[in-house]
C-alpha cells in the first residue's frame, strides 16, 4: 500500500490543523493506520494509530484528549484532526499502515509498521 501525507503547515499555539494521509494500491481496510512524528534531532514518536474498521484507537499521552484520528474506508483516507497545538507538537509527522489483525501498546513502536508515507511538517509558532 502507498501511503501520502498533506496538510501540514505553519500555525500559532492554540490552533487546528487537519493532516490526511491518503492511500492507495490494495484494500485499505485491511490496514491499520497509524501517524508519527519526528522533531529535529529526536526519534520518530508514535501519535496516534486507527484500526482497520475504525472501531478502535490509541493515542500517544501527550495529544490524549487533543489529537484524534479517524478514517474513511471509502475514501481510503485517515485523518489526524490535532486540536489546541503546542509548540511542542512542532515535527514531521508521517503516516504508515500494517495489516496486523488490531493494535495494541505494540503498535506504538515503529517497528510494528510496514508501509509508510512521506512526511508532512507541522510548525507551531508560539
Known amino acids: 500500500v502507498q501511503l501520502q501525507a498533506s496538510g501540514g503547515g505553519l500555525v500559532q499555539a492554540g490552533d487546528s490543523l487537519r493532516l490526511s494521509c491518503a492511500a492507495s494500491?490494495?484494500?485499505?481496510?485491511?490496514?491499520?493506520v497509524g501517524w508519527f512524528r519526528q522533531a529535529p534531532g529526536k526519534e520518530r514518536e508514535f501519535v496516534a494509530a486507527?484500526?482497520?474498521?475504525?472501531?478502535?484507537?490509541i493515542y500517544a499521552d501527550s495529544v490524549k484528549g487533543r489529537f484524534t484520528i479517524s478514517r474513511d474506508n471509502a475514501k481510503n483516507m485517515v485523518y489526524l484532526q490535532m486540536n489546541d497545538l503546542k509548540p511542542e507538537d512542532t515535527a514531521v509527522y508521517y503516516c504508515a499502515a500494517n495489516p496486523q489483525y488490531r493494535i495494541d501498546w505494540y503498535s506504538r513502536g515503529v517497528s510494528s509498521w510496514d508501509y509508510w508515507g512521506q512526511g508532512t511538517l507541522v510548525t507551531v509558532s508560539s
Open positions: 486507527v484500526s482497520r474498521g475504525g472501531g478502535s484507537t
Open positions: 494500491g490494495r484494500t485499505f481496510s485491511n490496514y491499520n
